[in-house]
């Protein structure tokens, strides 16, 4: 089981560029969320998908931000255009949909923008 | 407006010896509370959880209590290890997500 795979794991970029981050749940898991940690806000959900489908995105900043999962083992967080206080540590995690309360955690992506 | 608080960013305990890791929530409708562990530069790893409808769960050295007048709970860790040294999140479950705690930083000395 190679567990919840993001990429990249590093992501150095300047302001106004467009930033992809990449995930691959956990096969079998229908349920894939994303979060976003920083020093002042803690780890705070931003969106999350049952089904390949967005349930809930209230967490999403602004619209620079949006998630994608075009099928079950793949989904995408985009930022366009990226501001400097985007700088944080993305994490992307996938559960069984009975199972929501025990989510298994990506390694993250530390994202920089200069 | 912080529905999970942990009061505690940081915490120092000897080997041997019993951490005790605070949380506080607000909302009365959470009916799943958990503790997650995270090493730095890996993910956060689910450690225990215990549901609003019991006040204690226990899981080897890892004991969850839930006081919920108090909307209080803690986390015990006995004997605490050196590598039980770790940030831990508590978080609450409502509505299908996850709400996380700020995180409070173990740090256990030999």
């Known amino acids: 089981d190679a567990g919840v795979i993001q990429s990249p794991r590093h992501e150095v970029t300047e302001m106004g560029q467009e930033v992809t981050l990449r995930c691959k749940p956990i096969s079998g898991h229908n349920s894939l969320f994303w979060y976003r940690q920083t020093m002042m806000r803690g780890l705070e959900l931003l969106i999350y998908f049952n089904n390949n489908v967005p349930i809930d995105d209230s967490g999403m900043p602004e619209d620079r931000f949006s998630a994608k999962m075009p099928n079950a083992s793949f989904s995408t967080l985009k930022i366009q255009p990226s501001e400097p206080r985007d700088s944080a540590v993305y994490f992307c995690?996938?559960?069984?949909?009975?199972?929501?309360?025990?989510?298994?955690f990506g390694p993250g992506t530390r994202l920089l923008v200069l | 407006d912080q529905q999970v608080k942990q009061n505690s960013p940081s915490l120092s305990v000897q080997e041997g010896r019993i951490s005790i890791l605070n949380c506080d929530y607000t909302?009365?409708?959470?009916?799943?509370f958990l503790w997650y562990k995270k090493y730095p530069a890996e993910g956060p790893t689910f450690l225990i959880s215990?549901?609003?409808?019991?006040d204690k769960n226990e899981d080897g050295r890892f004991t969850v209590f839930l006081n919920k007048s108090a909307k209080h709970l803690s986390l015990h860790i006995v004997p605490s290890q050196p590598g039980d040294s770790a940030v831990y999140f508590c978080?609450?479950?409502?509505?299908?997500?996850?709400?996380f705690g700020q995180g409070t930083e173990l740090s256990v000395k030999p």
């Open positions: 978080a609450a479950t409502f509505g299908g997500k996850l709400i």
């Open positions: 909302n009365s409708m959470f009916d799943y």
């Open positions: 995690a996938s559960s069984l949909p009975a199972y929501q309360e025990t989510q298994y």
């Open positions: 215990i549901s609003s409808i019991k």
